[in-house]
């Protein structure tokens, strides 16, 4: 499978039989990045409230929508496009700065045999039975931007638990993301190490089974738009 990085927590992955899913889009004019003109099967939104996770009505071609929040109030357990998708419910931070907080899914797919685990917008710790929600996953795309989503140790905390063998930042502040309400990269790094870290240099990486390493590492992709 392929895993592409748009910006903020917007991905793309695609499937060997060329299935395709968009995660999370954002607003181009709030968020900084440039629109998302690829076309994909299906788009999974972690809300349906918030510009910067669930704007799948701009991605072109009308792909079938998932709202995960929808999927964990409905029993957790759904597909699109014949991919398994599963969601539990989050929250924002409770002392948000800029409004109250927001309910939003966390959730998790599975393509060509890769559990990719997304972790929404949520803004607190997670709690036993968020944490066993994200366990067996092989990829964990990772709220590395620090307040308003969980803090970094929060989410060091998580990837200690779950020990997934990749670990791949989103949501921090980089120079294409208007709002300045969050980290760069740098502390996340400094938590992760230097060791355990690959900067991929590319916005895309394909991914497979037999190349997953043996322990926690984390891929640092360029965003694409």
């Given at each position: 499978?392929?895993?592409?990085?748009?910006?903020?927590?917007?991905?793309?992955?695609?499937?060997?039989?060329?299935?395709?899913?968009i995660?999370?889009?954002?607003?181009?004019?709030?968020?900084?990045?440039?629109?998302?003109?690829?076309?994909?099967?299906?788009?999974?939104?972690?809300?349906?409230?918030?510009?910067?996770?669930?704007?799948?009505?701009?991605l072109?071609?009308?792909?079938?929508?998932?709202?995960?929040?929808?999927?964990?109030?409905?029993?957790?357990?759904?597909?699109?496009?014949?991919?398994?998708?599963?969601?539990?419910?989050?929250?924002?931070?409770?002392?948000?700065d800029?409004?109250?907080?927001?309910?939003?899914?966390?959730?998790?797919?599975?393509?060509?045999?890769?559990?990719?685990?997304?972790?929404?917008?949520?803004?607190?710790?997670?709690?036993?039975?968020?944490?066993?929600?994200?366990?067996?996953?092989?990829?964990?795309?990772?709220?590395?931007?620090?307040?308003?989503?969980?803090?970094?140790?929060?989410?060091?905390?998580?990837?200690?638990?779950?020990?997934?063998?990749?670990?791949i930042?989103?949501?921090?502040?980089?120079?294409?993301?208007?709002?300045?309400?969050?980290?760069?990269?740098?502390?996340?790094?400094?938590?992760?190490?230097?060791?355990?870290?690959?900067?991929?240099?590319?916005?895309?990486?394909?991914?497979?089974?037999?190349?997953?390493?043996p322990?926690?590492?984390?891929?640092?992709?360029?965003?694409?738009n």
């Amino acid at each position: 499978m392929k895993l592409k990085w748009y910006g903020h927590a917007a991905f793309r992955v695609t499937a060997a039989d060329g299935r395709s899913l968009i995660m999370d889009p954002y607003t181009p004019e709030t968020s900084g990045y440039r629109p998302i003109e690829d076309i994909a099967d299906g788009c999974i939104i972690s809300s349906d409230n918030d510009s910067f996770h669930c704007r799948a009505d701009l991605l072109p071609g009308a792909p079938q929508t998932i709202n995960a929040l929808t999927l964990a109030r409905e029993g957790g357990l759904g597909e699109l496009v014949g991919i398994p998708v599963r969601a539990i419910e989050a929250m924002e931070a409770e002392d948000h700065d800029e409004h109250d907080p927001d309910q939003n899914g966390m959730y998790r797919i599975e393509v060509d045999g890769i559990h990719i685990g997304h972790m929404g917008d949520v803004g607190n710790p997670l709690n036993s039975a968020q944490c066993e929600f994200f366990k067996g996953i092989d990829v964990l795309l990772a709220l590395a931007g620090g307040h308003p989503t969980l803090e970094l140790d929060e989410l060091m905390d998580v990837i200690q638990t779950v020990q997934p063998p990749l670990v791949i930042p989103m949501h921090f502040r980089t120079l294409s993301y208007k709002p300045r309400n969050t980290y760069w990269l740098e502390p996340f790094l400094a938590l992760m190490g230097e060791a355990a870290t690959d900067f991929v240099c590319d916005s895309e990486v394909e991914i497979r089974r037999e190349n997953l390493p043996p322990s926690t590492r984390m891929w640092v992709l360029n965003h694409a738009n």
